[in-house]
């Protein structure tokens, strides 16, 4: 069965500086899709990023951008220059491309909380 | 307006009442999931629906259960709410005509069952 690991609970960045959250994933699946939702004290779920298993080329979203390493099945959300805005959970979410697969697997989450 | 609404947006209730909680959305997308967040588990599955006449079980499904009224509304009730339901709710959107079926999520409502 697919599995999403989240090992940072909480991590803290200072305003303007450079963060990195971490997210593996375990599959025996070679196409699928990658994702990092964002959920602000508001608890709206917001897409941060997404990213194909196919596509070797990692993706970026203005300030957020992935590394994503198919081989060791991790896939860490990197955030420049944060902003006091970007302080929320943070979770990754895996789902098998394969039809019928639709079952998104989130991972348990990691609270960024951003200092001024 | 936003894409995805859900109503009520907060709800406290008691235990063995019935219960609904109801999804609208206006993206056109053909799949609907019910999802529960509880602190320290992420989101899990309850329901999900692929259009109007496919409804199926999710991961945590017992005690719950569904109505697909139109493509754009889905609803999850509580037949006999319990304290362990207390947890926050999301209804999400996907279109099965894009590759990523990306999942697209509502505000949420906070459920309370004394």
């Known amino acids: 069965a697919q599995t999403v690991t989240q090992s940072q609970p909480e991590m803290s960045v200072q305003e303007a500086e450079t963060v990195t959250l971490s997210c593996t994933y375990d599959t025996s699946e070679s196409d699928y899709y990658l994702f990092w939702y964002k959920q602000p004290p508001s608890r709206q779920m917001i897409l941060v990023i997404r990213q194909e298993a196919y596509k070797q080329q990692n993706a970026t979203e203005n300030r957020f951008s992935v590394n994503f390493q198919k081989a060791a099945k991790s896939f860490s959300l990197k955030i420049s220059d944060s902003q006091l805005g970007d302080a929320a959970m943070y979770f990754c979410?895996?789902?098998?491309?394969?039809?019928?697969?639709?079952?998104?697997?989130f991972g348990t989450g990691t609270r960024l909380k951003v200092l001024a | 307006d936003a894409d995805v609404t859900q109503t009520p947006r907060n709800r406290i209730t008691k235990t063995g009442k019935r219960i609904m909680l109801e999804c609208s959305q206006t993206k056109g997308h053909d799949r609907m999931y019910w999802y529960r967040q509880d602190p320290g588990l992420g989101l899990r599955l309850i329901y999900y629906s692929f259009d109007v006449k496919d409804i199926n079980k999710g991961e945590i499904s017992d005690g719950y259960s569904v109505s697909r009224q139109a493509q754009a509304k889905f609803s999850l009730s509580l037949e006999s709410a319990i304290p362990n339901q207390t947890a926050l709710y999301f209804c999400a959107t996907s279109d099965s005509g894009r590759g990523t079926d990306t999942q697209y999520f509502g505000p949420g409502t906070r459920l309370t069952v004394l």
């Open positions: 979410a895996y789902r098998a491309s394969r039809g019928g697969t639709y079952k998104y697997i």
